[in-house]
């Protein structure tokens, strides 16, 4: 009876070891980092799903697998209707946890985010930021980005304008527009007049994701919006 006891306390042991960190130590961990996001970005909805086989990984500061999903967060005044983070072997600062319930990231073995930012989200942040006045607005298609609208000239005189260009990304996390060509009824104007757009229409976007190390590495172009796809720099 004795012997039959002992198994029991023994299974119920084993089974509390297993148990315990993914019963209590995984969902702190998402806890927190839902709570670090909501006080980054000021989110009402995030989702964030965390594999960790045994639990206990997360006791060494790691986490096996994490995806964590947001809508419409706001990144440097832009709204970015859609973001993705998927990430495998992440490694955060398990002292940090314990001892004041923040998630510090340390480095990954594999991190990506894609970020969805709309046409409109992206005309509203140029018109706030850039052109009050709503002359230009942004056209976003398959392989192409372009501002178009009508632009003050001398004496008061506006004129209809079609300015092409593309994104350059400037130090891994920034993207500017940098025009190209500039046209009026289908005539081509002086490459001077490109150097007025860029002084005055200067678009600059801040894509600087938390305090993840993460670079924008491509950028896809679709029928009003654009897709941006950044990976973590070691």
Same mark, same amino acid.
């Given at each position: ?8 306390? =023994? ?11 993914? =019963? ?7 806890? +927190? ?12 909805? +995030? *989702? ?29 005044? =832009? ?26 990231? *340390? ?10 930012? *709309?046409?409109?989200? =992206? ?23 372009? @501002?178009?609208? *009508? ?7 506006? +004129? ?6 593309? @994104? ?67």
């Amino acid at each position: 009876m004795k012997r039959n006891w002992l198994v029991v306390v =023994l299974a119920l042991l084993v089974l509390g070891i297993v148990a315990i960190p993914r =019963l209590v130590i995984v969902p702190r961990v998402i806890q +927190v980092i839902e709570a670090e996001l909501n006080k980054e970005f000021d989110l009402a909805n +995030v *989702k964030v799903q965390m594999k960790a086989p045994l639990g206990w990984e997360l006791l060494l500061g790691r986490i096996p697998q994490l995806r964590v999903e947001v809508e419409n967060i706001e990144i440097d005044g =832009l709204i970015v209707a859609h973001t993705i983070i998927n990430g495998k072997n992440i490694f955060f600062d398990i002292r940090s946890l314990r001892q004041r319930n923040e998630y510090v990231f *340390k480095g990954a073995d594999f991190l990506v985010a894609h970020l969805t930012v *709309k046409e409109s989200d =992206l005309n509203n942040f140029f018109w706030h930021e850039i052109d009050p006045n709503e002359f230009l607005q942004i056209r976003i298609a398959t392989d192409d980005i372009s @501002l178009e609208g *009508k632009i003050p000239i001398f004496g008061g005189l506006q +004129v209809g304008v079609s300015v092409h260009g593309y @994104l350059d990304i400037i130090d891994g996390s920034y993207l500017r527009f940098v025009p190209k060509d500039i046209e009026v009824r289908d005539t081509k104007l002086p490459s001077s007049l490109l150097e007025v757009v860029k002084d005055n229409y200067d678009l600059k976007l801040d894509l600087g994701l938390l305090s993840y190390p993460l670079k924008i590495s491509q950028i896809i172009l679709l029928e009003r919006e654009m897709q941006i796809k950044m990976e973590v720099v070691q």
